[in-house]
């Protein structure tokens, strides 16, 4: 009973320091949400919000979001629509007018006011959670993870590569980012009457919120500004400690994982050991690569796209070895739809070696 009138006289206090404070900054400030990052301390103190805002910098500040290494170099104007994801600016310009008007004479990094809109709002929900319709007109809608969905999705639809106009080249290709495709277990390419069935890990309807059930961890799961809340790392580099913790969450999860790389059920690399999840993918993935570059799709060197016309099929299988390369979770996002791309891609490959088959102008899958 002491406690709880020690902790609410506390709380009071700090309240009062925090309304005392605003009251000092509130001219003009405050109106614009979309500016460039001022500490949240100038104004509140350290410990408003029961100190939540005070965890979420320290984390924040280790994330990619805050280094911002490629804000300059995407801040281009001339119908490039990089800073609808790479910036402040262009994130909410975006989402307001459905365009952006880069270069902006300042940018800045993904912070605070990206995600959030709090003199606005007047709390701190998330700037939109709007469902987000994906490339291929699939729509996201995982909660709170919509947010990401706004920026982590493929830059193109994997139903153009019908287009008879289409060839590959070392910038054709989905971009970095397309976890929300892949969480979702849509936009690889997929091939008709398939050798394995286009279906989705439990993964896409288990977490409500997507993405952040992972990345922002269990404050229970991590330690430190590191990993998991608003830095939305798994991996801390440094330590190699991570978030699998919550991987074996619930007894029919995944009860005995140690690590993101835990035993898989079967040997789907067919290299006649079951290895962990991620080594099964990664090991799949590098067959669909080597018949890539067999076939001279790829080059061996850089890994890229050759500069070529192909057929519609090969080039189906280029876009799912970059998407799923690009998707950067070795499978975890989604296994089954990601391990059914890329067996159907090697099917479809020894099927059609390279020049057998009519170029994108004419489907030949
Ligand atoms: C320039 C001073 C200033 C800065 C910087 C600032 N705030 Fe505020 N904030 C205010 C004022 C003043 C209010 C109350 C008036 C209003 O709602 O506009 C407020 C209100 C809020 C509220 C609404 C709830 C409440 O207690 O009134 C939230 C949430 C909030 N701020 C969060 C933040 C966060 C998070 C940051 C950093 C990203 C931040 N603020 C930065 C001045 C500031
Ligand atoms: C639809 C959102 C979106 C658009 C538009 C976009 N990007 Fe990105 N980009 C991302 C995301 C998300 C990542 C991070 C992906 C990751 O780390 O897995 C990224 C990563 C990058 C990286 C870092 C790659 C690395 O290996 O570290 C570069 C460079 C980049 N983008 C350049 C650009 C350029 C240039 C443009 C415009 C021509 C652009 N991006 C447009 C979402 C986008
Ligand atoms: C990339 C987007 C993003 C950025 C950048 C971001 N936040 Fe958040 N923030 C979130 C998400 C997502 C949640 C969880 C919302 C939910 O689950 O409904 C959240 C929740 C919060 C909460 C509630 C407590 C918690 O951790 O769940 C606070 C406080 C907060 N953010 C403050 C900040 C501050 C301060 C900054 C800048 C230092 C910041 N956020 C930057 C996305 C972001
Ligand atoms: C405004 C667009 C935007 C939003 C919203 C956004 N991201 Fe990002 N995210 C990016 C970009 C751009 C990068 C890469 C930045 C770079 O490399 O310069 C990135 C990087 C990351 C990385 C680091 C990848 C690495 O290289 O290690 C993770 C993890 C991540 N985002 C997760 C999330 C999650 C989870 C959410 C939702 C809470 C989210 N992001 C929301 C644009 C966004
Ligand atoms: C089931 C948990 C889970 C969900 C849900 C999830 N991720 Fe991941 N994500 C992971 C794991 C595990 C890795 C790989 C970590 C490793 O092995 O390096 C990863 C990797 C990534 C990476 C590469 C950078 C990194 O930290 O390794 C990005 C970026 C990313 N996820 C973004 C997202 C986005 C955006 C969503 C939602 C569309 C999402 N993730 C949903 C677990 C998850």
């Not at 400690?241 to 059920?265: T, V």
């Not at 290299?271 to 090991?283: A, K, Y």
């Amino acid at each position: 009973m002491r406690v709880l009138r020690v902790l609410s006289i506390i709380a009071l206090i700090a309240m009062l320091a925090v309304i005392a404070g605003c009251e000092r900054k509130v001219v003009n400030q405050v109106s614009n949400d979309n500016q460039q990052l001022t500490g949240c301390f100038a104004c509140h103190g350290e410990e408003s919000f029961g100190g939540a805002i005070l965890e979420a910098q320290g984390e924040w500040q280790n994330s990619v979001h805050a280094s911002g290494t490629n804000i300059d170099y995407t801040n281009r104007g001339g119908g490039n629509d990089c800073t609808r994801c790479h910036s402040q600016q262009g994130f909410i310009e975006f989402l307001n007018t459905g365009a952006v008007s880069a270069p902006y004479s300042t940018v800045s990094a993904i912070h605070c006011f990206t995600c959030h809109a709090p003199h606005t709002n007047g709390n701190l929900n998330l700037r939109t959670e709007a469902p987000f319709a994906l490339l291929n007109a699939t729509v996201f809608d995982h909660g709170a993870g919509n947010l990401c969905a706004n920026c982590h999705h493929s830059r193109m639809s994997a139903a153009s590569i019908a287009s008879p106009t289409d060839s590959i080249s070392t910038r054709w290709g989905p971009h970095h980012g397309p976890q929300g495709d892949l969480f979702e277990g849509t936009n690889g390419y997929q091939y008709s009457s398939p050798t394995v069935a286009y279906e989705s890990s439990p993964h896409r309807t288990l977490f409500a919120d997507g993405c952040i059930d992972c990345h922002k961890g269990n404050p229970l799961t991590h330690d430190g500004y590191k990993i998991g809340g608003h830095s939305f790392n798994m991996v801390d580099e440094a330590t190699g400690s991570d978030l699998s913790a919550g991987c074996a969450r619930a007894s029919d999860c995944h009860p005995s994982a140690k690590s993101y790389n835990f035993k898989a059920k079967a040997d789907y690399d067919g290299d006649g050991t079951i290895s962990g999840v991620q080594t099964e993918f990664l090991g799949l993935l590098d067959t669909l690569k080597t018949l890539l570059i067999a076939d001279g799709y790829l080059d061996s060197a850089s890994s890229l796209p050759t500069n070529k016309r192909v057929a519609t099929g090969a080039a189906g299988a280029v876009y799912n070895f970059l998407i799923l390369e690009d998707d950067r979770s070795e499978g975890v996002h989604n296994f089954k739809y990601e391990v059914a791309l890329i067996k159907n891609s090697i099917v479809y490959l020894k099927a059609h070696p390279a020049g057998s088959s009519a170029l994108v102008a004419g489907r030949q899958d």
